[in-house]
C-alpha cells in the first residue's frame, strides 16, 4: 500500500513562504471502471464529458466523487483505500479528483486560493457533465480536509452558475480542513446550504478539522477530536503519520460504511454535546443515524457515537451507548 502521505521536504510550507502559481489546468478525473485500482481513465476537466458516454459508465447507478486533501495525491493510502471501498460496493460510478499540483506547497498561500479557483471551475465542469446526461439527483461528493472545503466551493458555484436551478444532493465532508476557514474572513467554509444534503464527519476538531457544526448533520465520534480511540499520541510535528492520525480516521470511517454494503453501521444518537452522550441525555424523537455513507438524508442537527480503535471501526448498535 503507498504511503499516507508525500513526505514533506520543507516544513515552511504550512505557513507559506513564498507564492508559485499553479495551473488549473493540471486537475483530472480520474474514472474507475473496474476491479481493480489501475482500471481507469484520466480526464482533463475541460473533457469531463467524455466520462459519461464512456462505454462502462452506468447512467442508473449514482456517481460519487472524491477530492483528495492538502499535499494528497492519487498514490497515497486514503485515495486506494477510498477507491477499494466503492470497487467492493461496486454499485456506483468512481470518479476522483486529482488536483495533486493545486493542492501542494504552501498552505495558505497557494493551496488555499488554488482551493477555490477549482472550486469554481469543478462547479462548471459538473454543470457542463449534467448537460451532457449525468444525473444530478445521483451525484454525491466526497471531500476530505481541504477537499471537503473544495466540495463546497464546487457546490456553490453549481449554485450560482446555474441561477439557483440546479443543486447538489449530497456532499459528504470527511473532516473539513480548519484553517484559516473558521471563522473564515477571506474565505468561506463548508455549510449546509451548499448542497441539499450536507454530512460531516469529524475527527480531529480544532486541530486540522473543523471546530464547529455547519453540515444539515454533523457526526462526532469519540467526541469528534484528536486522540481518535488506536492513535499514539501526537509528537505535533506537523503533517507525519503520528500528527494525522485522527485527521485521516474520518476518511477510515467512511471507507469502511462503504465497503460493507447492506450491513448497516455506526449506529449514533442525536444530542445537544459530547457530556450528554456521555450521561445518555440523547433526543429521544430522534433516531437512530448509521454515520457515513448510509447516513439518512432526513438527520438533522449534531450525532454522536463511539468507534473501536482499530478495523471494524463500527461498534454497531452499542456505539449508541457510551460505554
Known sequence: MPSGMKKVKNPRLWVGMKPTKSQLGTAKFMYFYGSKFEDHESYDLDQAEQI??????DARKKTVMYFHGYIESPEVESVHVIVDAYQKRGDHNLIVLDWTNLADGSYLLEAVPNCLKLGQKLGKVILNMVNFGLDVDKLHIVGHSLGAQLAGYAGRTVIS????KIKLKR???????????YPGVFVTHLSDKD???VDVIH?????YGAPVSTGTADFWPN???????????????PLTDNDLCSHRRSWWFWAESVAERGTQSFHSVRCKSWGDFKEGKVDRSGQVVHMGIDCSSDAKGDYYLQTNGSPPYSKGVSGAKFE
Open 203 to 207: 475527527t480531529d476538531a480544532w486541530l
Open 161 to 164: 452558475q446555474s441561477d439557483k
Open 52 to 57: 459519461v458516454s464512456h462505454e462502462k459508465f
Open 195 to 197: 448542497a441539499d444534503f
Open 171 to 181: 456532499i459528504s465532508a470527511l473532516d473539513p480542513a480548519f484553517p484559516p476557514f
Open 223 to 237: 467526541n469528534g477530536k484528536t486522540l481518535q480511540p488506536g492513535c499514539p499520541k501526537r509528537n505535533y510535528k
